[in-house]
């Protein structure tokens, strides 16, 4: 019995574990590298998400990695800019970090959660400002100093352009309502052409613009007259029915009468 309760356990704890398995990896599959290149003394890394939406979060993790004796960061500052409706540059986000010695081949991995405005599209800009002190020892076990300081800029995540797209649907529904437009137009040229043809061969000529209107002012009249007819064959047949019962009623009754009348009287003794 012990063993039955913890298999089901066992099994339900993997079950459980499976969504969030996968969404760490479709979490995961959204990063992209936008920016990986070696700094003098250091490897730069940018991972961020690929592609979001405005009023959203994207992820950034920028990593430092030392590839020399030892690398001390004074400074390293990230600063996040976006486009207002895809062409006004504005700052949404900035961190500075520092004070922190790397060895040779460690990392260091420095996560940034940036918010992007409800009116910011298109491609997001990063810029990394870096300034460290690194060291490297010679074959002699010389320390000699190499410092840095700059700043390097990169294109990163896809913002959507969620109004463009919005746009490009309301003009899509107006090409599909032009296209239904025309369809009727042609399907109302082939209905005059066929009237016109009649026309000529019961009269010789064309039918003259009053003559259409007059046609279809007629058919107008005649649907608004078949209209009424409905009405009123729907008020004969309610008049029908109630005479019907009426008249199922009046034979009952004149029925019940004629049995009273004829019946004979009990005789008493």
Same mark, same amino acid.
Not at 190 to 206: D, M, P
């Given at each position: ?100 010695l790397i060895y040779k081949d460690n990392r260091v991995v420095y996560p ?31 320390e000699n100093p190499y410092p840095f300081q700059g700043t390097m800029g990169?294109?990163? !995540? #896809?913002? &959507?352009?969620?109004? =463009?797209?919005?746009?490009?649907? +309301? ?7 032009? $296209? ?27 039918? !003259? #613009?009053? &003559?259409?209107?007059? =046609?279809?002012?007629?058919?107008? +009249? ?7 007819? $409905? ?39």
């Amino acid at each position: 019995m012990n063993k039955k309760i913890i298999t089901f356990f066992v099994c339900l704890s993997l079950l459980l574990a499976l969504p969030n398995t996968a969404r760490t990896q479709t979490q995961a599959n959204s990063m992209e590298t936008f920016f990986d290149s070696k700094i003098s003394c250091v490897k730069v890394q940018v991972n961020a998400t690929a592609r979001a939406q405005p009023a959203s979060f994207i992820s950034v993790k920028l990593s430092l990695t030392a590839v020399v004796t030892k690398v001390y960061v004074k400074t390293i500052n990230l600063t996040v800019y976006g486009f207002i409706n895809g062409t006004e540059k504005r700052e949404i986000y900035q961190n500075a970090s520092g004070n922190v010695l790397i060895y040779k081949d460690n990392r260091v991995v420095y996560p940034h959660r940036v918010y992007v405005p409800a009116n910011i599209c298109g491609i997001i800009y990063g810029e990394i400002y870096l300034n460290y002190d690194a060291t490297v020892v010679d074959e002699l076990g010389r320390e000699n100093p190499y410092p840095f300081q700059g700043t390097m800029g990169f294109a990163m !995540t #896809r913002i &959507e352009n969620v109004y =463009l797209r919005f746009l490009e649907d +309301q003009i899509k529904s107006l090409k599909d309502q032009i $296209k239904s437009l025309e369809d009727q137009i042609r399907d109302v040229n082939s209905t005059v052409a066929n009237l016109n043809q009649t026309f000529r061969e019961c009269f010789g000529r064309n039918l !003259t #613009r009053d &003559e259409l209107l007059n =046609l279809n002012h007629t058919l107008w +009249q005649l649907q608004q007259d078949y209209e009424a007819l $409905k009405g009123v064959k729907s008020e004969l047949d309610n008049t029908r029915t109630t005479m019907v019962f009426l008249a199922a009623v009046a034979v009952f009754f004149v029925a019940t009468t004629a049995y009273l009348v004829f019946r004979k009287p009990k005789e008493y003794l």
